[in-house]
Antibody
Framework: QLQLQESGPGLVKPSETLSLTCAVSGGSINSTSSYWGWIRQPPGKGLEWIGGLSYSGTTYSNPSLKSRVSISVDTSQNQFSLKLSSLTAADTAVYYC???????????????WGQGALVTVSS | DIQMTQSPSSLSASVGDRITITCRASQNIISYLNWYQQKPGKAPKLLIYVASSLQSGVPSRFSGSGSGTEFTLTISSLQPEDFATYYCQQTYSTPQFTFGPGTKVDIK
């Protein structure tokens, strides 16, 4: 059973950079049947796809956030990470990591999610 | 960018009701469409992928249909555990896998 777990600071100051890590257990982050993604949800609002990376290391990011987003993988630790720079209060959200699967259909749905990590941007 | 809309934004229904949620894409996404259910304080859960395929373990009262720009999620007989928010997501447009704004289903 695949499990994903986000970790990172719960409170970050405006203008700083957020760093979050998603640890993957029960499966390999090198799996050719997986893409890995980050999704966020501001309090009381809907879901926003931030970006992700493929098993080959190609990264993707939401054009609205692209200049501030960096996603990387650490295969030795079986985890991937998100960095989001120039934070403002609007970046306050629950941040989820997820696994997009390529094995059940071409729509690469997110079939495994982390539990989410609340990040508050405040001075 | 592909924009996703959902209607209604919320609905009130009773246990046993049949409900339908509509998701529309601003351009043709063929069937690159997923549906998720989210309960308060929890991560979303995959219900439907490629517009109409039921995820393993999801009750058969859930079904999806549609292609192109219009899609529907139907719950044939609403159960108490189905009161939640439902999101559609398009994955046609890489690299932006847009979610719809959500439809909240609550108890009448």
């Amino acid at each position: 059973q695949l499990q994903l777990q986000e970790s990172g600071p719960g409170l970050v100051k405006p203008s700083e950079t957020l760093s979050l890590t998603c640890a993957v257990s029960g499966g390999s982050i090198n799996s050719t049947s997986s893409y890995w993604g980050w999704i966020r949800q501001p309090p009381g609002k809907g879901l926003e796809w931030i970006g992700g990376l493929s098993y080959s290391g190609t990264t993707y990011s939401n054009p609205s956030l692209k200049s501030r987003v960096s996603i990387s993988v650490d295969t030795s630790q079986n985890q991937f990470s998100l960095k989001l720079s120039s934070l403002t209060a609007a970046d306050t959200a629950v941040y989820y990591c997820g696994r997009h699967t390529t094995t059940i259909g071409w729509s690469v749905p997110i079939d495994y999610w982390g539990q989410g990590a609340l990040v508050t941007v405040s001075s | 960018d592909i924009q996703m809309t959902q209607s209604p934004s919320s609905l009130s229904a009773s246990v046993g009701d049949r409900i339908t949620i509509t998701c529309r894409a601003s351009q043709n996404i063929i069937s690159y469409l997923n549906w998720y259910q989210q309960k308060p304080g929890k991560a979303p859960k995959l219900l439907i992928y490629v517009a109409s395929s039921l995820q393993s373990g999801v009750p058969s009262r859930f079904s999806g249909s549609g292609s192109g720009t219009e899609f529907t999620l139907t719950i044939s007989s609403l159960q108490p555990e189905d009161f939640a928010t439902y999101y559609c997501q398009q994955t046609y447009s890489t690299p932006q896998f847009t979610f719809g704004p959500g439809t909240k289903v609550d108890i009448k």
